[in-house]
């Protein structure tokens, strides 16, 4: 039960990130598309720090679902500019 609202984060961020992808073209694709690659980097360092020693990041599900919820905020702020400034 407690798991539901990290599941509900990733869940949020995976369809937002989707739908920013796809609707939006040229400089707010590429902002859209930042969170995704700060993802990426987090899981690279924990795999390789993993690797280096096993004990480290005993807690990276967390990590990937603080990393989700900061680019989730990104994107709702990226959505919010995109709207100001459309007018």
């Known amino acids: 039960m407690a798991a539901i609202p990290f599941f509900a984060v990733l869940i949020a961020f995976v369809i937002l990130e989707v ?8 400089v707010w694709r ?5 969170p995704v ?4 980097a987090d899981i690279v360092l924990i795999v ?13 599900p967390f990590e990937i679902i603080i990393v989700c919820a ?4 990104f994107l709702g702020l990226l959505f919010l500019v995109k709207k100001i400034t459309k007018k």
């Open 19 to 26: 739908i920013a992808v796809r609707r939006w073209e040229g």
């Open 37 to 40: 690659l700060v993802l990426v």
């Open 70 to 73: 900061g680019s989730l905020v």
């Open 48 to 60: 390789v720090s993993i690797l280096y020693d096993p004990t480290a990041h005993n807690l990276w």
């Open 30 to 34: 590429w902002l859209a598309l930042l």
